[in-house]
């Protein structure tokens, strides 16, 4: 495994961690959405921040944030100044925890909902410190490429998603639905960056979908310019590795020919 990869799989665990508690924010502050939506996370490239959704107190509207630059968490208000801040830098996650759960105490808030799904294996494990990663820059710069390729796969699609970063599998993602003529979902195709995982040692991005009418063979996919597919028991779809996307450009044509032969057989 390359440094690069390294470094990027050592930030996604840590920023993975410590995004638990803006899903736990949204979770618990924020009406519950029939897709979860209310737990996921906006990346600001601009400011180099990851966000949770705003929720009111006191007659303000404040928000969550994970500061990259300060390797911190802070609730910041509607103008963006920061009302409370934890230091992430040799700290451990039980640590955060409870002062995440201090100041929401102190504010008022019950925070004893917990999120709608299990992580299999924490990211860091609750007593051990975090560590500030080397690549934290990297890392910005793929979620700022994976953002903006998403933004044109909406525009050359002609559909509009939210482009959103999941908690649960922490990945940056967009899901476009295929209605049936009543309006129902009778198929999908999601499209997004993913960490290393079960598919891949290292981040990747990816376009896959169904249909329920008719199941879709992967094995009959065309091939990509840039990618390829991938037709495992558990897992079909695109796949393109971060250390085979050195050009960006090569993003752009493994979107839109991943999804041309997938929206035809979603059947659009």
């Not at 558990?234 to 991943?258: K, N, R």
Request: glycine residues 6%.
């Amino acid at each position: 495994m390359n440094p690069l990869t390294n470094h990027l799989n050592e930030a996604d665990r840590m920023l993975h961690s410590l995004a638990q508690l803006i899903a736990l924010t949204g979770t618990n502050l924020l009406p519950a959405q029939a897709d979860d939506s209310q737990a996921n996370i906006d990346w600001n490239a601009d400011r180099h921040r990851l966000e949770g959704r705003a929720f009111a107190h006191n007659g303000q509207h404040l928000r969550l944030v994970i500061d990259l630059p300060t390797f911190s968490l802070r609730f910041l208000d509607e103008n963006d100044r920061p009302v409370t801040s934890f230091m992430a830098e040799g700290k451990t996650p039980d640590e955060a925890a409870a002062w995440w759960q201090t100041v929401l105490h102190e504010w008022g808030f019950d925070t004893t909902k917990p999120l709608s799904y299990q992580l299999e294996t924490a990211p860091v494990p609750p007593g051990t410190p975090y560590v500030r990663p080397a690549g934290l820059t990297e890392w910005a710069n793929w979620r700022t490429v994976a953002h903006q390729q998403l933004i044109t796969l909406n525009e050359r699609s002609g559909r509009m998603s939210d482009i959103r970063i999941w908690p649960h599998h922490f990945d940056t993602g967009v899901y476009y639905v295929i209605p049936d003529e009543a309006g129902q979902e009778k198929a999908a195709i999601w499209a997004g960056y993913a960490i290393a995982d079960v598919v891949s040692v290292e981040p990747y991005f990816y376009l896959s979908g169904y249909n329920s009418r008719q199941p879709i063979d992967f094995s009959t996919a065309t091939a990509l310019t840039s990618g390829t597919w991938l037709n495992r028991p558990d897992w079909q779809g695109a796949y393109l590795p971060v250390s085979d996307a050195t050009d960006p450009g090569q993003i752009i044509p493994f979107y839109g020919e991943s999804y041309a032969w997938m929206s035809e057989k979603a059947g659009d």
